[in-house]
Antibody, heavy 123, light 109 residues
Framework: QITLKESGPTLVKPTQTLTLTCTFS??????????VGWIRQPPGKALEWLAL???????RYSPSLKSRLTITKDTSKNQVVLTMTNMDPVDTATYYC???????????????WGHGTLVTVSS | QTVVTQEPSLTVSPGGTVSLTCASS?????????PNWFQQKPGQAPRALIY???NRHSWTPARFSGSLLGGKAALTLSGVQPEDEAEYYC?????????FGGGTKLTVL
């Protein structure tokens, strides 16, 4: 059974750096084809993909946010960490992490999701 | 900047059939974009429905089907149930990056 859970601060101040942790179970990030991604959703708005890290440490970022994002993994702890610098009130959103699996012909991105964590950016 | 476009809203009667579409600002959507579809109900995390154009997840009801239609990805719901009222998002792959559409609010009325 695959589960993921996001954790981190619920409130950050403008210009601060946000650090979120995704702790997962039911799969290993050392298994070929497996990845963990981050997606966010501002209140009442659409989903936005942020970043993805694969089993081989390949990292992918949203082009529009690439300069502000860093994604890392700790395979031994079953955790993936996302940092976002220079936070702004427009970054207020629910942040989700999700499991991803790819092979040569099929991609199953974000088939399992965490419940999400609401992060508010305000002074 | 790549934009993925969906119908903002659609209405369907219970038992009816409806198709939601997903278009790319870069041109026709093909299987190489690995179209995915997600359902989200208020207060809940999204739920994956369809991956790689037309493949259902093990938990996806058979009334949901995915296809390519007229240069777009499409999600068709046949025999719509009241519980299908939700927001639906498509997701496309652009050579390493993923982009969500703006979502379609489906009303069952």
């Amino acid at each position: 059974q695959i589960t993921l859970k996001e954790s981190g601060p619920t409130l950050v101040k403008p210009t601060q750096t946000l650090t979120l942790t995704c702790t997962f179970s039911g799969f290993s990030l050392s298994t070929s084809g497996v990845g963990v991604g981050w997606i966010r959703q501002p209140p009442g708005k659409a989903l936005e993909w942020l970043a993805l890290i694969y089993w081989d440490d390949d990292k992918r970022y949203s082009p529009s946010l690439k300069s502000r994002l860093t994604i890392t993994k700790d395979t031994s702890k079953n955790q993936v960490v996302l940092t976002m610098t220079n936070m702004d009130p427009v970054d207020t959103a629910t942040y989700y992490c999700a499991h991803c699996e790819v092979d040569t012909s099929v991609a199953r991105p974000f088939d399992y999701w965490g419940h999400g964590t609401l992060v508010t950016v305000s002074s | 900047q790549t934009v993925v476009t969906q119908e903002p809203s659609l209405t369907v009667s219970p038992g009816g059939t409806v198709s939601l579409t997903c278009a790319s600002s870069t041109g026709a959507v093909t299987s190489g974009y690995y179209p995915n579809w997600f359902q989200q109900k208020p207060g809940q995390a999204p739920r994956a429905l369809i991956y790689s154009t037309s493949n259902r997840h093990s938990w996806t009801p058979a009334r949901f089907s995915g296809s390519l239609l007229g240069g777009k990805a499409a999600l068709t719901l046949s025999g719509v149930q009241p519980e299908d009222e939700a927001e639906y998002y498509c997701l496309l792959y652009y050579g390493g990056a993923w982009v969500f559409g703006g979502g379609t609010k489906l009303t069952v009325l």
